[in-house]
């Protein structure tokens, strides 16, 4: 029998009985990672490499956890990232994450290659709720100049470029189940023939211009106000380049452990970037985001220390959708919240601008 929700304590539960309770191929799709996963592993143990420095005898009595991104304000420094075929894990699909983030004043990053159309989950919204739009570039320019401009026209407040994509990894789990329903889960790849012999994500990422380059950045900056980042950088270089470049952003993010495998955790090369940009002065330059392997509150707490604006949360919220709906999803951002209340008094914080890297003691990271 499956447990009931309130026995759900930590985003790992959720995980945990949608194993179970998933159709194989739907999890073998949201859960693989690249090659032999080394990447997607060291996304969340990477956190277990930084300890805290606590602060005691501040006022913690009342706990403010909000603070904006890309100018929106937003009650917790998380944000729904962009995961494909949300209705793989429940009929209803993304939808079901626009309502969670509404409740908890979240983002919610739509994917390019979600299950639901793009309108539909514009259209689930309501009143004020921020959305941002991940997209990946078309070898036909005109279809992605159409995806932006209607984004934009639809309210979209920023465009995530996926950048560490050219081609899609080898997630070997999902090869072996060789979908069979990919056709029915996905809407809007611009129509291409679906090859479903490689597993799910192969079979409908065919249309990514691989010869995107830096060269093409203006273009983009060219043809839409919204705020433009790169989603993938590895490299404090990349970060540098994006700066000159005049993007608003990157999410420091290895695509969930699902493309190269062996690329670093997003949180290790915000360790690197950081120091950097301080020492050049750029800090305020760009905003930064992490995503991979965040599950527990100390995990954002971490990457706020170090520095970024915020992070992305993909599997665990695809997980509770997937065992139980909106309420899942609820209570997932729930207990973040909850965790991440606590954890603050615990360290002696009361606001997400007191925290900072005298609070974190990073000399297990391979940076030093
Ligand atoms: C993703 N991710 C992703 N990223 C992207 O830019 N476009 C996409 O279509 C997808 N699709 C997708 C599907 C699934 C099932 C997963 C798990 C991930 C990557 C995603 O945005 C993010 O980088 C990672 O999911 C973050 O890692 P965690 O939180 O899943 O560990």
């Not at 965790?339 to 008094?345: G, L």
């Amino acid at each position: 029998t499956m447990p009931i929700l309130e026995q759900c304590f930590n985003l790992m539960d959720f995980e945990a009985v949608a194993k179970r309770v998933m159709k194989k191929s739907a999890w073998a799709y949201y859960s693989s990672g690249a090659d032999d996963e080394i990447t997607m592993r060291e996304n969340h143990s990477a956190y277990h490499k930084i300890w805290f420095r606590p602060r005691i005898l501040h006022n913690v009595e009342k706990v403010d956890l909000s603070t904006t991104m890309l100018g929106t304000k937003v009650d917790i420094p998380f944000y729904v990232t962009a995961t494909a075929l949300g209705k793989l894990g429940n009929p209803e699909g993304e939808v079901i994450l626009t309502r969670g983030a509404k409740k908890h004043n979240v983002i919610q990053m739509i994917p390019t290659l979600a299950s639901c159309s793009f309108d539909e989950i514009v259209d689930a919204k309501e009143g004020d709720q921020v959305q941002w739009l991940q997209l990946y570039v078309n070898k036909d320019r005109a279809i992605t100049k159409r995806i932006i401009e209607h984004a934009e026209k639809r309210g979209c407040k920023g465009l995530f470029i996926t950048v560490d994509a050219p081609q899609l990894g080898r997630r070997e789990k999902d090869m072996r189940s060789k979908f069979s329903d990919v056709g029915s889960s996905i809407q809007n790849t611009g129509g291409d023939n679906v090859d479903r012999s490689q597993g799910a994500a192969r079979a409908i990422s065919s249309f990514i211009d691989p010869a995107l380059q830096w060269s093409d950045i203006p273009w983009f900056l060219s043809v839409t106000k919204m705020p433009i980042i790169l989603k993938g950088v590895q490299r404090v270089e990349d970060v540098l380049l994006a700066i000159s470049a005049g993007v608003h952003g990157v999410v420091l993010s290895n695509h969930g452990g699902r493309q190269l495998d062996f690329a670093r955790s997003g949180i290790e090369v915000l360790a690197e970037v950081m120091p950097e940009l301080r020492r050049l002065g750029l800090q305020d330059k760009i905003e930064i985001y992490v995503d991979g392997g965040v599950r527990r509150a100390t995990d954002i707490i971490k990457a706020m220390c170090l520095g970024a604006k915020g992070v992305g949360i993909g599997r665990p919220f695809l997980y509770a959708m997937s065992a139980y709906g909106l309420p899942g999803v609820d209570r997932a951002m729930q207990l973040l919240k909850d965790e991440m209340e606590m954890n603050m008094r615990l360290i002696g914080c009361s606001s997400i601008d007191q925290l900072g890297p005298e609070f974190v003691d990073t000399r297990g990271l391979s940076m030093h």
